[in-house]
């Protein structure tokens, strides 16, 4: 499913039933991809980022830990990072997308390798 840049847009876990992130902020343009999360303090738990195409992270110049679900083309959970911390790095090799949210969320929405992720956007006031 493709996903445009600017919207409003959530990544759920369908299969254990739970939204991963109601607000997420997709990087697809290299620039966005480039910079992803650096110069923020920090995301609100219902926040996240979805890098696509990614198969990898660094943590250079970050000011805050993230946790990491890495997806195939099907989005299909095909790896996981908990509390990857500045100037660290995270990597999938069957990974096509990446989604970084805040420390925690892989643990309290029980994700799994296998489980898959879908995104759903709903319409913004105008």
Not at 58 to 72: E, G, T
Not at 77 to 85: C, D, E, H
């Amino acid at each position: 499913m493709a996903v445009p840049e600017k919207s409003n847009t959530a990544a759920v876990n369908i299969t254990k039933g739970v939204a991963l992130a109601s607000e997420l902020e997709v990087a697809k343009s290299l620039g966005a991809r480039t910079k992803g999360l650096l110069g923020r303090d920090g995301l609100r738990p219902e926040q996240g980022m979805l890098i696509d195409p990614c198969s990898s992270i660094h943590m250079w110049f970050m000011r805050f830990p993230i946790d990491v679900v890495f997806l195939d083309s099907k989005n299909r959970v095909v790896g996981l990072r908990r509390n990857v911390k500045p100037w660290g790095m995270a990597w999938s090799w069957r990974g096509v997308k990446t989604l970084e949210l805040p420390v925690g969320v892989i643990a309290t929405t029980r994700t799994q390798v296998g489980d898959i992720v879908a995104f759903q956007t709903t319409a913004t006031k105008t």
